[in-house]
């Protein structure tokens, strides 16, 4: 079965202050995915990565960066992070490769105070 | 672009009462379409997927047609119970789609009485 691990699980920071979320995979998938959830959004995408140093922008990538130096993990970092980034981070893998599901982690809860 | 619409929730039921949760989608390409679960405090699973038109997918007691002529992929359930209560989210992706990405609706809260 494949398996994500986000960590930190929860954070708290500070406004302006640089965060960096973890997911590391067990498995060799290709694709590798950054979501936030917000109350009456749903799950929107921030940044994607297709394969190690590729990465490429979602719909919600202002004020984030991503980097993908192994297969197994994939960053993303909040360079100065602000209030209206307080969110739920989700990880996701790409299992489906014919059928295109995502496998998810089970999310870092950040708060910007 | 692709886009999912949900029924606006929040849904309560009682246990055992029958569940429709609506959901209609526009897409460029044809697209495979999802059903995810969320229950509080984890992250989303699959709950069932259908991948082309007339296909249905069943899950739990879960089920869903990919109805092309009407663009929807409705989620039913004819008895549901506690422990359905959840956040239900809608999502689609296409091949034409860059970096296979997911598409998602807004997600529906279920909550189902004794």
């Known amino acids: 079965d494949a398996g994500i691990t986000q960590s930190p699980r929860h954070k708290v920071t500070e406004t302006g202050t640089p965060v960096t979320l973890r997911c590391h995979q067990t498995?060799?998938?290709?694709?590798m995915y950054w979501y936030r959830q917000d109350p009456g959004h749903g799950l929107r995408l921030i940044h994607y990565s297709y394969g190690v140093k590729d990465t490429d922008k979602g719909e919600v990538s202002d004020g984030y960066s991503v980097s993908r130096s192994k297969t197994e993990d994939f960053l993303l970092t909040l360079e100065s992070a602000t209030s209206s980034q307080t969110s739920v981070y989700f990880c996701?893998?790409?299992?489906?490769?014919?059928?295109?599901?995502?496998?998810f982690g089970e999310g870092s809860r950040l708060t910007v105070l | 672009g692709n886009s999912v619409t949900q029924m606006e929730g929040p849904v309560t039921l009682s246990e055992e009462a029958f569940l429709t949760i609506n959901c209609t989608y526009t897409?460029?390409?044809?697209?495979?379409l999802f059903w995810y679960v969320q229950y509080p405090g984890e992250g989303l699973q699959l709950l069932l997927k259908a991948t082309k038109a007339d296909d249905k997918g069943s899950n739990k007691g879960f089920e869903a047609t990919y109805r092309k002529e009407t663009t929807s992929f409705h989620l039913e359930k004819g008895s549901v119970q506690v422990s359905d209560s959840a956040v239900y989210f809608c999502?689609?992706?296409?091949?034409?789609?860059?970096?296979?990405?997911?598409?998602f609706g807004e997600g529906t809260q279920l909550t189902v009485n004794p």
């Open positions: 996701a893998i790409r299992t489906g490769v014919v059928t295109g599901e995502l496998f």
């Open positions: 999502a689609l992706t296409t091949q034409e789609t860059s970096g296979s990405r997911l598409t």
């Open positions: 498995e060799n998938h290709r694709y």
């Open positions: 897409a460029t390409g044809y697209p495979s």
